[in-house]
């Protein structure tokens, strides 16, 4: 696999790269793939590089996916 | 100190000077650096004799006696320094026994070209530390290696201690039913070293937790003689610090993740770099296996101490004839916690 | 931590689980090939097998690049290592992979090589800037994830003419791997080994979208769901497939929407299509020779091919007869049949790669999960 986290963007420097925040530590990651980051986008970040932005509208639904699913789960199964 | 100084026409040039040859050589730079840097600031009655060991009293009983060896990069850290880590780190494996720390000694083997003004910030907050601990640096030596030959500074240290009667605590004590306690957040040190090497390129505010646990480990043998094993997960971090105590016991062990105390910034850097900080070292908080009724009173005491804020119970001792530690995950799983495979290496996949 | 820890709840791992044990009908079994090394190391780190019910069975599928890397390569980079004048850099991750003669990275350089761990690909091209006098070799290896950097890297030199650094590239592609293990004969012909749906990558998805996967479902008539990393996104997939397969569809869902399009990471895709062009051929570790499964540069790049710059060996020695990491990673065998398993063969002795990365089917089952072996037999 590629280990890959979410990361907040915190502030944009020159030459293409950010600051980014994930629990607290802060590093500074290339945004030579991506386009359009913004303080305040959570990107993916992967051996320094930004390759995505998370969409936090999707990821909201995803949760509420997870959520559904338990309230559907019979819980005599448990 | 009220001893005559030995007449050096000039002092040490600590703020341009290095470490050459000739401090290491016997003569009367070795006299000097040795005078004026380590007597100056460790500063006790035994290693102010000037003999080639230093002589003090011991109340009876059984001793311990402990070694170690410190080599580590960077020198300085947040939160500390190869100085003070070498006594602290020597004071906790004395105390690991029970055993309340008299003495230390020091050995100092330094690159040829080091600053000395590296040399004393190391060697005053060694002699700081000792202070603040109570525990004398009695004897010591020097040694210059040639330029190449050395990481800079390389500090050994013995410590001795004595038990106080009636206590037994050791490795090979943990029963089935036993419970596993650490003294606060994981992580810490290892995580704090990392965040100085460049080549990571990460920023943290987490600082090593080097420290000396034996007054807390005083409180809580006072209270509870009985306690089984006492040892401070340092290199290989909890994971294989379980391990080892696992193995000599001859007991399995089974925790639970979600009371592992780890800061989220420590736990963010381990994400980071994917590093599990069940493996990554502390320097300054132990593991303690007691009797389960014994827990919420050596609990309480290690949360009253200012080095046990973030005392936790995290599982238990049971039988199991293969000796595996064992994790209860957050999504309710388990799986081993096995030793440290190798060293930590940071890694993308 | 937003975006990891909601998606690490350990309530509702159990409330997708119980969804699962509902939805799975307990008259059949459920074969689920989760190709990437991310979702194995998630199954195993979290315990997640515990959540399973028993007719749902996780197949460790070989996507892990360090795994996948044949020991010709691993001995080439060594040669390279060793080449006069070069610094070696690379991924901490390749520093303890064995190559022939258990010789890995890590004893060369205790031998005297020069190698270093880098972090990013732009720590490499530092190296090269402070090192003038030195020959920078950046050992590349990887998936679409990991090959932009590299990418970017490359660049980067042309830009600052770099004359002393170069690529010794092993970027591989998903998708060939993929087709190489339905087109097996254990897949195709023989049905030894049951393959009923694919959870599919998470990172490499962000860079190639999910569009690659439809391929497969329509062909080989299997379900794929590309979700992510964390164990609720894994256990989610696994209920997704299972209600596709008992829906009789074999659609491309996507779980990880949160970081995945249909198309993928444009930028990304052109940069590595602008320098890069298909091997004809690549060995994989366990899958043998895959066609047009791996890139190196084009030829306007050549300047920073350590393969067109020095003569790098291509020999590729066999992996040791006994290890069966070629028929763990095509899902043939598990780890505990391999008899190297756990007796000579350990994550402190690494026999073959599926012991060495920490994501390799045989290092996270004896690191995580081996005590359920003897659970069972006992």
């Known amino acids: ?78 | 100190m009220t001893l005559p100084r030995r007449a050096h026409p000039r002092p040490l040039d600590i703020q341009n000077g290095r470490v050459d040859l000739t401090h290491g050589g016997g003569g009367r730079a070795m006299a000097q650096l040795v005078e004026e840097l380590f007597i100056a600031a460790f500063d006790n009655e035994a290693l102010n004799q000037r003999n080639d060991q230093g002589a003090f009293e011991v109340p009876g009983g059984r001793m311990v006696m402990t070694t170690d060896g410190y080599v580590i990069s960077p020198l300085f850290f947040p939160g500390g320094d190869i100085g003070s880590l070498a006594v602290h780190g020597t004071v906790n494996d004395v105390a690991m026994a029970g055993a309340k720390p008299i003495s230390l000694s020091a050995g100092f083997i330094i690159e040829e070209g080091f600053p000395l003004s590296d040399l004393k910030r190391i060697v005053t907050s060694m002699a700081k530390a000792s202070k603040d601990a109570g525990v004398p640096v009695v004897t010591g030596d020097t040694k210059v290696v040639e330029k190449g030959k050395g990481d800079g500074i390389f500090i050994t240290t013995a410590g001795i201690g004595i038990v106080p009667p009636g206590v037994e605590i050791s490795g090979d004590k943990a029963r089935p039913g036993d419970a596993i306690l650490v003294s606060g957040t994981m992580g810490d040190h290892g995580v704090a070293v990392m965040s100085q090497r460049e080549s990571l390129g990460f920023e943290t505010e987490i600082l090593s937790d080097s420290a000396a646990l034996h007054t807390m480990v005083a409180a809580m043998v006072a209270a509870v003689p009985g306690i089984r094993v006492l040892r401070d997960p340092t290199r290989g971090g909890l994971a294989s610090t379980l391990n080892e105590i696992a193995g000599q016991s001859g007991v399995g062990m089974l925790m639970e993740e979600a009371l592992v105390p780890v800061k989220p910034q420590v736990l963010g850097a381990c994400e980071l770099l994917g590093l599990d900080p069940l493996y990554v070292a502390n320097e300054g908080k132990l593991i303690c296996i007691c009797a389960e009724e014994d827990a919420p009173r050596l609990l309480d005491i290690m949360r009253s101490h200012p080095l046990g804020r973030d005392a936790a119970r995290i599982g238990a001792c049971r039988e199991d004839a293969h000796h595996f530690v064992q994790m209860k995950t957050r999504m309710g799983g388990n799986r081993v916690v096995d030793w440290l495979a190798g060293e930590q290496l940071p890694r993308i996949c | ?378």
């Open chain 1, 1 to 78: 696999m590629c280990l890959a986290l979410p990361a907040l963007v915190t502030e944009l420097l020159p030459e293409d790269s950010a600051k980014v925040n994930l629990g607290g530590v802060t590093k500074t990651v290339s945004l030579a793939l991506v386009s359009d980051v913004k303080p305040g986008d959570y990107v993916i970040v992967h051996v320094g590089y930004a390759l995505s932005v998370i969409d936090p509208e999707e990821a909201a639904r995803t949760l509420e996916l997870f959520r559904e699913m338990g309230e559907m789960a019979p819980e005599a199964l448990a």
């Open chain 3, 1 to 378: 931590m937003k975006y990891i820890d909601e998606f690490r709840d350990g309530e509702l791992a159990q409330s997708i689980a119980r969804a699962i044990k509902a939805e799975a009908d307990p008259a059949s079994t459920y074969h689920i090939m989760e190709f990437c090394g991310g979702h194995t190391h998630a199954i195993s780190r979290y315990g997640l097998e515990d959540l399973l019910p028993a007719n749902v069975r996780m197949i460790h599928g070989p996507g892990c690049p360090v795994c996948v890397l044949p020991i010709g390569r691993i001995d080439a980079a060594i040669w390279l290592a060793r080449q006069p004048g070069v610094i070696l850099c690379t991924y901490g991750d390749m520093l303890r992979v064995p190559g022939s003669k258990r010789l890995s990275l890590l004893k060369a350089k205790a031998e005297g090589a020069d190698v270093r761990m880098v972090y990013s690909t732009m720590d490499a091209i530092k190296l090269a800037q402070s090192n003038p006098d030195r020959q920078v070799v950046f050992f590349a290896i990887g998936f679409e994830t990991t090959t932009p950097p590299t990418a970017v890297a490359i660049k980067q030199a042309q830009a600052l003419e770099l004359k002393n650094f170069s690529v010794f590239c092993n970027h591989v592609l998903t998708p060939s791997a993929i087709t190489q293990i339905l087109d097996s004969p254990e897949v195709r012909e023989l049905g030894t080994v049951k393959l009923d749906a694919f959870i599919g990558p998470a990172h490499v998805s962000t860079i190639i979208g999910s569009r690659p996967y439809e391929y497969f479902a329509e062909e080989y008539q299997r379900p794929v769901v590309i979700a992510g990393f964390e164990p609720l996104d894994v256990m989610q997939a696994v209920r997704m497939l299972v209600r596709q397969i008992n829906e009789g569809r074999f659609e491309v869902e996507n779980e990880f929407a949160r970081a995945v399009t249909r198309d993928g990471n444009e930028k990304a895709k052109s940069l590595v299509a602008d320098m890069f062009e298909l091997r004809r051929v690549f060995e994989w570790r366990g899958l043998g020779m895959v066609p047009y499964s791996a890139l190196r540069l084009k030829e306007p790049y050549a300047a920073w091919d350590a393969e067109r710059r020095w003569d790098v060996p291509q020999d590729n020695p066999g992996d040791n007869k006994a290890c069966e990491c070629g028929a763990i990673l095509r899902g043939v065998k598990k780890p505990i049949d391999c008899k190297l398993f756990g007796t000579i063969c350990t994550p402190e002795n690494p026999m073959g790669s599926c012991m060495v990365s920490a994501e390799g089917a045989c290092a996270a089952h004896w690191t995580y999960g081996r005590f359920r072996d003897l659970e069972k037999s006992e």
